[in-house]
């Protein structure tokens, strides 16, 4: 076995990969659940005094400080993680500026006010055609598309990126996400202080991998798709499955009593995400990409969009053009087929890269996957000034 052979073997990642063995990691975790059921039972039923026969005797409440001092040490931790990340975020090299691209960064605050880390890139002259708006996959951050961005300038596109909470330089516990639900409306929100900033700017979301259900769920919402001219999403999770069906059953009730809860044996040898060795080496060398073994609730999370989307794939009317590689281990292309097939959408495009991986714009071909982006965006855009033409 080659040295990239294996170096490809040890480096893996992946939404539906992660959570697979976490849940195996149950049936040796009996205890575990036994202890967590019995304490919840214990919070929940009534307590009896105990009223000795001479007096009663009330146990002393415990001490609020005591609690608020736990609480307090857990939040401290949760800051200074945040603040060394957005450290980390700020000082990665973007690209040098040069008459053709100009980058920034910039904090976000979300719908519950969360600051989130937003890149942007721009071209430096030229009519903007349009605006690309990056939703980064689950684990990873808006800094890994700092090449896709550049490319997309020197086609005169802008283009934003936000980090999710608990990735890349935004608030939160890294790699803990308690709602993709709130990723979505974030992403809303953020969509909509860009259309104010730009007016008559026509605005296309992105997304990969998780970053593709939480972009195709947000589109489904009509006061979202009123603002979008179309979306793209690369290897979307639109089918995670877990390993058993009793899984279903019991990641409600673990998301809800343990949600940061990491099972240790849920990051270990899986399924490569790309071909290239050195594409591979540099997102697992990036200290900004979370590579511990993932959090309960944001399992649970991921499961229930995913579910969400798959019962709802005939409601989709956004326009959309869905990319994934047909080698892909970590998410299903079948199912991206299938939300092409199913989609009400009137403006649709697939395309299947044959024998490609997970992690389609750091391929060996990710030039050509950015260009064939870039190419059905400017198809869309001439589709719709057809259609003004016509009125007109």
């Given amino acids: 076995m080659s040295l990239g052979e294996m170096e490809m073997d040890q480096l893996t990642s992946g939404a539906s990969n992660r959570i697979i063995p976490i849940f195996k990691t149950l049936r040796a975790s009996l205890i575990f659940v036994y202890s967590l059921f019995i304490s919840l039972l214990l919070v929940i039923l009534p307590r009896r005094r105990r009223i000795s026969s001479s007096n009663a005797v009330a146990a002393p409440p415990s001490s609020p400080r005591k609690h608020l001092k736990r609480r307090s040490v857990w939040l401290i931790r949760e800051d200074e993680d945040t603040l060394r990340r957005r450290a980390l975020a700020e000082g990665l090299e973007m690209g040098n500026e040069d008459s053709c691209c100009r980058w920034s960064t910039s904090l976000f605050f979300g719908v519950r006010r969360n600051a989130l880390f937003i890149r942007s890139w721009f071209p430096v002259s030229g009519d903007l055609k349009g605006i690309l708006i990056i939703i980064h996959g689950l684990n990873e951050h808006s800094g890994r598309y700092a090449q896709f961005a550049k490319q997309l300038t ?68 009509p006061y979202i798709e009123r603002m979008l001219e179309g979306i793209v999403l690369t290897s979307p999770a639109l089918r995670v499955k877990p390993a058993h069906p009793i899984v279903g059953a019991v990641a409600p009730f673990f998301s ?40 309960v609730r944001t399992g649970h999370e991921i499961l ?48 299947l890269y044959d024998g490609f991986l997970h992690d389609l714009l750091f391929e060996p071909e990710r030039e050509q996957v950015a260009r064939d982006i870039i190419y059905w965006m400017e198809k869309r855009l001439a589709s719709n000034m057809g259609q003004v033409n016509i009125l007109w």
């Avoid at 990491?262 to 990036?286: E, H, T, W």
């Avoid at 959309?320 to 495009?349: I, R």
């Fill in 304 to 351: 229930r969009i995913s579910s969400y989307l798959m019962r709802n794939f005939k409601s989709v009317t956004v326009p959309f053009f869905v990319l994934h590689g047909t080698a892909d281990k970590v998410t299903d292309p079948l199912a991206s087929q299938d939300l092409y097939n199913e989609a009400a959408s009137q403006f649709k495009d697939i395309k």
């Fill in 256 to 295: 809800l009593v343990a949600p940061r809860f990491q099972f240790k044996g849920a990051n270990k040898r899986g399924i490569p995400v790309s071909r290239d060795p050195a594409a591979l080496l540099a997102k697992y060398s990036d200290p900004l990409v979370y590579t511990g073994p993932i959090r």
């Fill in 154 to 221: 020197s086609y005169n596109f802008g283009v934003y990126a936000m980090d999710w909470i608990g990735h890349g330089g935004s608030d939160g516990l890294h790699g803990y996400v308690p709602s993709l639900d709130h990723v979505v409306a974030d992403t809303g929100a953020f969509l909509e202080k860009i259309k104010l900033e730009n007016p008559g700017i026509p605005c296309f979301l992105f997304g990969h991998s998780t970053g593709g259900a939480v972009v195709l769920k947000a589109a489904s919402l």
